[in-house]
């Protein structure tokens, strides 16, 4: 190849065939950028510098610019354009942290709010409230709409029309303690598949109904009780959602748990629910309609999680209560013939009797996870009178988090190494407390324990 021939290759491949695209292409690739990015990319030339104005995807955070006040100055102009056009905005997320007149940010909201919407999210941190434009409610095209922290949601005498919308985020609003306005929401999402619903301190004593045909996806997270126990009412939640696939349910709030239809289509399910002091309800009404709720959804799910490790409450805690004081809800608890995922954590003085019970109503379980109280003292181990159908034929492996080495639990890991015949592999996790010497002490003990499965490894993690 001659030097004329290695030039002309050269100047082949570094060709900006980028350059060489319409401006409405280089517009839609930019989309799909952090809108940051896309502003610094669209300095590099002088014909892309006003592509920017024509982005259909814009993702902003305050905290990314180095100046809170470059950022305001630069939402104002962006306010400025779109206000003033009717240019196809259809994903629109604002994060805001720093502090603006709720007027301001109000307009720059308002500029977003098009016919072609299809997703917008809105996390607002600032001190002030800022209400959200009503036009939002009737964004026919709005897919997804996540909405959180100080943003106003006024919907007396408005409409909601949503019939595209598919994803509904809602967290720490002012509009959660006024439950019909959820319910209003809902009603009008017709095709609505998946609700998230994050509220810390709930003030509210109101029922709560969850209503939708449609729903597969529900996450509900009521983690603390902020209203006071001479409060009148009853906090009550009733879900009205035949079709689930997904169930988070987070509620130490709630004094009544209503499912008034089995949703049978249900795969996994994630629930910690609690008693607390400033109940009306009496403990014992409670802990019978906590077991009814708990057992049709045992006996559907393949996936099932009773614990919430960050709030330490568990449903285990409550099928433990019920057993102690010998409730009849707990009497003949049926098979859990879908169920091959279980994370449960391990609590109350009748633990290890309930775990009985659960294991031999889940003849299919794969993957058993067991997270250790470490607020209480691990009873004794007993054996039970049979070794349960899972541990014989299916239980493939097995978690223990937050291991602390006392005795019960050696005695319940030695009993599960030795009867678990297709184990693959346990794995123990160690508590904090748990000292060093202790630990190979522990290990050996564990190690040396004849196995019922030749193919079983264990694992000791820090």
Known sequence: MTKDDRRKRCKEVNKDM??????????????????????????????????????????????????????????????????????????????????????????????????????????????????????????????????????DTDLLGVGVHFPCLKVLHLQELPMLDDHASIEKLLAGSPVLEELKIEHEDCESRNVLRICSSSLKRLIIRFPFVAYDENDPGCRELTLDTPNLELLKLTDLVSEKLNMLQIPYSLVEAALSVAYKHVFTIQVDDYIDMAVQLLRPIMTIVKILRLCDTTMRTSPLQTLSDAVHKKLPCVGNLPDFQNLTRLEIEASGNDRWLVLHEILKCSPKLEVFILYKDSTEKTPRWRNPEFVPRCLRSSLKVIEYVGFESELGEIEMAEYLIKNALVLEKMTIEYGWKMIHDFKERVAERLTECRRGSTACRIVFSP
Do not use: Q
């Open 18 to 151: 980028i350059s060489d695209l319409p401006n409405v292409i280089i517009g839609h690739i930019l989309s799909f950028l952090p809108t940051k990015d896309a502003l610094c990319t669209c300095i590099l030339s002088k014909s892309w510098r006003e592509l920017w104005r024509s982005l259909s995807n814009f993702d902003f955070d305050d905290r990314t610019w180095k100046s809170k006040i470059i950022f305001g100055n630069f939402m104002d102009r962006f306010c400025y354009l779109h206000n003033s056009r009717e240019n196809s905005i259809t994903k629109f997320r604002l994060r805001v942290n720093g502090s603006y007149p709720s007027s301001r940010m109000s307009a720059w909201i308002s500029a977003a709010i098009k016919d072609n919407l299809e997703e917008l999210k809105l996390w607002i941190y600032t001190a002030d409230h800022v209400p959200l434009p009503r036009r939002i409610f009737s964004c026919e095209k709005l897919v997804i709409l996540d909405l959180g922290y100080r943003i």
